[in-house]
């Protein structure tokens, strides 16, 4: 069982519409972030929140719009997407990794995933 | 440029053979981890090496991180139908640790 939840598991959207997806864990952690996945590809970053603040943002369009309400909720707003933004949109948590070297499994950046969106924009 | 590449990018073999997947990169990495991903998932978390030379063992799964810790390899004995997946490697940069640096991965297929 998964400690990272997302829902929707599916999702199908116009791109004149405007949904969420959430994302929550239960792990403690204190980074949150987005991953967009092609099939058969490895998870593309998007954003990374470190204690509720955005810390990255890898130069996503503003379509993407995410938000982190408290330390264990994370939302991506869409609004107006493309059909090539059809994907697999993961959530993963971790312990925000430390600034420097150690010995503290913090500084390995495990990341731990949600079952993902799979999102398809008509 | 890949800062981190896998090998092979796609492997299908019998049920009760043996494969390895490799990671490399010309970067020295402070740890390394690797992910199983099934379709329709998100990947899974299967073992962090963080010491060069050091082998951890996870049932018929060895892996090993290279003593200059540039490169890791997974290594899986008598392959299962359940083994089947897409396998990741991914690093911490030693100069970046805020996120994580993804190979391509290795999608296995393990035929009955």
């Known amino acids: 069982d998964t400690e990272v939840t997302q829902t929707p598991k599916h999702l199908v959207m116009g791109m004149t519409n405007k949904k969420s997806l959430k994302c929550e864990q239960h792990m403690g952690h204190r980074a949150m972030y987005w991953y967009k996945q092609k099939a058969k590809k490895p998870p593309e970053l998007m954003f990374v929140y470190s204690y509720e603040k955005l810390s990255i943002n890898e130069s996503v369009p503003s379509r993407f719009s995410p938000e982190c309400p408290n330390s264990s909720l994370l939302n991506l707003h869409l609004h107006a997407l493309q059909p090539e933004d059809s994907a697999l949109y993961l959530c993963a948590s971790s312990q925000p990794p430390l600034s420097g070297t150690g010995a503290s499994g913090a500084s390995y950046n495990e990341q731990f995933f949600g079952p993902g969106t799979r999102l398809t924009v008509l | 440029t890949q800062l981190l590449e896998q090998s092979p990018q796609f492997l299908s073999i019998q049920e009760g053979e043996n494969l390895t997947v490799y990671c490399n990169s010309s970067?020295?990495?402070?740890?390394l981890q690797w992910y199983r991903q099934e379709p329709g998932e998100g990947p899974v978390l299967l073992v962090t090496v963080v010491t060069g030379g050091e082998v951890k063992k996870l049932k018929r799964l060895t892996f090993q991180f290279g003593d200059a810790r540039k490169d890791s390899s997974l290594h899986i004995t008598a392959a299962q139908p359940g083994d089947t997946g897409l396998y990741l490697c991914?690093?911490?940069?030693?100069?970046?640790?805020?996120?994580?640096?993804w190979g391509l991965g290795t999608s296995l297929a393990v035929n009955p």
């Open positions: 970067s020295v990495f402070s740890s």
């Open positions: 991914a690093g911490v940069y030693a100069g970046n640790n805020r996120k994580l640096i």
